[in-house]
């Protein structure tokens, strides 16, 4: 098993920026791609970003390209989730996911409980 929890949600102004982090316990020997995915109200669990186990590879969204940053550090079992120039539209509720696939899937094997992102105008 493995838990993630997220943190550094909160009420960001658009064109600042903000980084979210995800902690891993339990089975973190074992090699996983991790991922974002965000859900905003009243619409469906989107896939933002991913990353490999090794951090070699990175892939993502369309809609956040060149603006959000994945990244990890295995030594601390965290992935980060860098957003710079966020936008009202990137208000959601972000989780933290960990798969044996990559880019990891929709349906991962691990979830966490998310943390809010506000994007003010």
């Known amino acids: 098993q493995v838990q993630l929890v997220e943190s550094g949600g909160g009420l960001v102004q658009a064109g600042g920026s903000l980084r979210l982090s995800c902690a891993a316990s339990?089975?973190?020997?074992?090699?996983?791609?991790m991922g974002w995915f965000r859900q905003a109200p009243g619409k469906e669990r989107d896939f933002v970003a991913s990353?490999?186990?090794?951090?070699?590879?990175?892939y993502y969204a369309d809609s956040v390209k060149g603006r959000f940053t994945i990244s990890r550090d295995n030594a601390k079992n965290t992935v980060y989730l860098q957003m710079n120039s966020p936008k009202p539209e990137d208000t959601a509720v972000y989780y933290c996911a960990a798969d044996g696939t990559y880019p990891v899937r929709a349906t991962p094997n691990y979830w966490g409980q998310g943390t809010q992102v506000k994007v003010s105008s």
């Open positions: 339990g089975r973190t020997s074992s090699r996983y791609a």
């Open positions: 990353i490999t186990w090794g951090g070699g590879s990175t």
